[in-house]
């Protein structure tokens, strides 16, 4: 452990280790300079989705279970202040929304957060563009730090195309003499199908461009190359097998913790890699990387294309951990060795569950055995808050704790979100998303003429848990700025559109595409072909409440959110049956959480009763 004293503020030791800071079009070399070994420290995050603050986290310490207060850029950022040096990059791989923060704010406070942290480097990621162009252009306006996206082109259409020269393929930083290439590169696939980017932004092969990227650096006398994708972690192995030239792989985007399995055991913690992985390139496969040795280390050492060492890291998620990598490079900018790992820090004050079962702080001499056990692992740590940071976030926390206040109604039982269902047969306690059955009924419920509603379960960011609900909970459910569309369509276009994201969930990696529907239930067959996966429809009467088989002529007027009803998460019919009448659309342009608060609102006693297993939407589960 190192334990941290509380800083004032990020001051000029911030500053130390930037010698020259260069962007991707600018030759600055001396061909004649005869290049050196150096040792360059990287300190990296990924994944914060808007999670500013510290979170309440439970870790077994001393093999008991104890509360922390974990992780926040107030704490991280006093231990990037602490780690960084003359020969240190500090970097971040992407990924705003997710939380109150967002919602109010659209990533405000995150990029002024990142303005005093100034990053060598931030990679745009899918998420970044969930407010479309025009607000990524405003935020990258706001950047002091540069951001990176080699494989993203705006169009003069685009409002990003205002701000096209702050986003750098790559920058060049300078440490004791040396250069050191960083280059950003974000998921195309994902990006184009998650997101809310525009028509009129054109994406790169990631694989293609790494290599065209990697030879101007070369070719500019680079030979230490740093790549900060936002790509997921088994297509960051891909890079590291595919493209000559890469040193080291900072990843972000599948939210992987990795560290040695036993000293993250210690902690109540293991490697966190195997599920949600995003899908591969285009071309390639995650069969052979899936089977690989070595995965969940940190770092993560895959043999490259020319036979040398690339190393492989990321940092977990929600702000929790920071990773600090430390890399020898030889004169000819061969990596002689990397070694480092994620730090956790807490702060000093700890819960335990007393005789009742009730978190409770612990005692002085118990905290003084915690405090002695944190300074055996080499992973969590104490630390203090940064002032500067704290101070940032302090206007912006009082607006969210008032958006907190308002308690909209309660809820009779946990709703939960389970991506992808689980088999159960018909007439068994169903599986999937309760919690997307639900929205998807708000949904219908917003105008009488909706007939059916049909909700991408990625779209529902957590479960609706038993007990009140206040405003901030259920906007933190559903934090995008989406708006209710409503679309007429035919039985068979309905059933189609089920099937592609239902299909596109189960192949793609982004599980968050399988569908949940009210006035709608299906079997699912997870083993089904690309329009098979979901059979035998059936769709309710409203007036009556009676089912029977959807008719494949008929049109039915369908509710759904402005995201899917893009095309995107593969939902591609919405878009064609649009495109090909625009009357048949209509954006009612109520925001995304507005149906759900209103529907509590609207129950008796507003309590929201258990989930009625006889509308639910999912009749059956077949492997």
Not at 106 to 126: A, C, I, R, S, V
Not at 246 to 271: K, M, N, R
Not at 316 to 345: C, H, M, R, S
Request: with cysteine; hydrophobic share 40%; aromatic share 8%.
């Amino acid at each position: 452990m190192r334990l941290f004293s509380l800083k004032p503020i990020l001051s000029a030791i911030f500053l130390a280790g930037s010698v020259a800071v260069l962007s991707g079009c600018i030759d600055d070399g001396d061909s004649n300079k005869k290049p050196k070994a150096v040792s360059v420290k990287i300190i990296h995050t990924n994944d914060h989705h808007s999670y500013l603050d510290s979170s309440s986290y439970d870790l077994m310490i001393d093999n008991v279970a104890t509360r922390v207060d974990m992780g926040g850029f107030a704490r991280l950022s006093t231990i990037i202040e602490q780690e960084r040096d003359d020969h240190s990059i500090v970097v971040n791989s992407g990924e705003l929304n997710g939380t109150l923060y967002f919602s109010l704010f659209k990533g405000e406070p995150d990029f002024k957060l990142f303005n005093e942290l100034k990053l060598d480097g931030y990679t745009l990621g899918n998420h970044e563009f969930d407010e479309g162009d025009a607000r990524l252009a405003e935020l990258i306006e706001m950047a002091n730090f540069p951001i990176l996206s080699s494989n993203m082109s705006p169009e003069p259409a685009s409002p990003l195309y205002a701000v096209k020269d702050k986003i750098k393929p790559y920058v060049i930083k300078e440490i004791d003499g040396e250069k050191v290439g960083i280059i950003g590169i974000l998921k195309v696939e994902k990006t184009k199908n998650s997101s809310l980017v525009s028509d009129d932004v054109t994406f790169a092969d990631e694989i293609e461009t790494a290599k065209k990227m990697v030879a101007e650096l070369e070719a500019k006398g680079v030979n230490k190359i740093v790549l900060v994708s936002h790509v997921g972690y088994y297509n960051d192995i891909l890079f590291a097998q595919q493209v000559p030239g890469l040193d080291v792989i900072v990843g972000g985007d599948t939210h992987s913790l990795l560290s040695d399995t036993a000293e993250l055991a210690q902690i109540g913690l293991a490697p966190i890699y195997a599920n949600d992985q995003t899908g591969p390139f285009a071309g390639y496969s995650h069969d052979e990387i899936a089977k690989m040795d070595g995965l969940g280390k940190y770092p993560t050492t895959v043999t490259g294309p020319s036979g040398d060492p690339v190393y492989v890291v990321t940092a977990w998620n929600y702000a929790y951990a920071l990773g600090v990598l430390n890399v020898d490079f030889d004169a000819e900018g061969k990596v002689k060795n990397a070694d480092g790992n994620i730090i956790i820090p807490v702060g000093d004050t700890f819960q335990r569950k007393n005789g009742s079962g009730t978190f409770v702080q612990v005692a002085e001499d118990v905290k003084a055995q915690i405090m002695a056990a944190i300074n055996t692992s080499p992973i969590l740590t104490v630390a203090g808050l940064n002032s500067t940071i704290d101070a940032l976030l302090a206007p912006y926390r009082v607006k969210l704790e008032e958006a907190k206040n308002e308690v909209v109604g309660s809820i009779t039982e946990t709703m939960a979100n389970t991506r992808i269902p689980t088999p159960f047969a018909a007439g068994q306690t169903p599986t999937g998303s309760y919690a997307g059955q639900v929205v998807a009924e708000a949904f219908r419920k917003t105008n009488p003429a909706i007939d059916v509603a049909i909700q991408n379960v990625g779209g529902v960011r957590a479960n609706l848990l038993a007990g009140p609900i206040t405003m901030a909970q259920v906007i933190e459910v559903l934090p995008f700025s989406n708006t209710i569309v409503m679309i007429n369509m035919k039985g068979s276009d309905i059933v189609k559109v089920l099937n592609e994201g239902a299909y596109y969930s189960l192949h793609s990696g982004s599980t968050g595409a399988f569908p949940a529907a009210a006035g709608l239930r299906y079997d699912v067959f997870l083993s089904g072909g690309e329009y098979e996966v979901i059979k035998n429809v059936e769709v309710q009467d409203r007036n009556t409440g009676t089912w029977s088989a959807i008719a494949n002529d008929t049109v039915y007027t369908v509710a759904t959110n402005s995201f899917t009803a893009q095309g995107k998460d593969n939902y591609l019919t919405f878009k064609s049956v649009r495109d090909a009448d625009p009357t048949v659309f209509e954006n009612t342009y109520i925001l995304y959480y507005v149906p759900l608060v209103d529907y509590i609102k609207g129950l008796p006693n507003r309590l929201l009763p258990a989930l009625d297993l006889t509308t639910y939407c999912l009749k059956s589960v077949t492997p």
